[in-house]
């Protein structure tokens, strides 16, 4: 397992934009793919997103629509997840989440305490 802590979680507004970042406790961070989920009150966590150890291949739910990306800085063990065009239906807890590239399955195994995310309108 590998410490995962989120930040930059807020109160905005409809259309802005925040960053989240997710700082890993861990040696070996270039072997991990890492990924972002999200959980509204009273509905399931789902997939956000996800970035390969490189950072040169990701992947995002179809809702996104473009308005997320995911970067990250293996120098400074950190993921981020750029949210754009916020709406109040992106209101959530917002989780990090870590898999070692080289599991034999493709659930994620570490996973941070989330940073709230709310967007009024």
């Known amino acids: 397992q590998v410490q995962l802590v989120e930040s930059g979680g807020g109160l905005v507004q409809a259309g802005d934009s925040l960053r989240l970042a997710c700082k890993a406790s861990?040696?070996?961070?270039?072997?991990?793919?890492m990924g972002w989920f999200r959980q509204a009150p009273g509905k399931e966590r789902e997939f956000v997103g996800v970035?390969?150890?490189?950072?040169?291949?990701?992947r995002y739910a179809d809702f996104l629509k473009g308005r997320f990306s995911i970067s990250r800085d293996n120098a400074k063990n950190t993921v981020y997840l750029q949210l754009n065009n916020l709406s109040p239906e992106d209101t959530a807890l917002y989780y990090c989440?870590?898999?070692?590239?080289?599991?034999?399955?493709?659930?994620?195994?570490?996973w941070g305490q989330g940073t709230q995310v709310t967007v009024s309108s």
């Open positions: 970035v390969d150890p490189s950072g040169r291949n990701t």
């Open positions: 861990t040696r070996t961070f270039i072997n991990y793919v």
């Open positions: 989440a870590a898999r070692h590239r080289a599991s034999e399955t493709a659930d994620f195994g570490s």
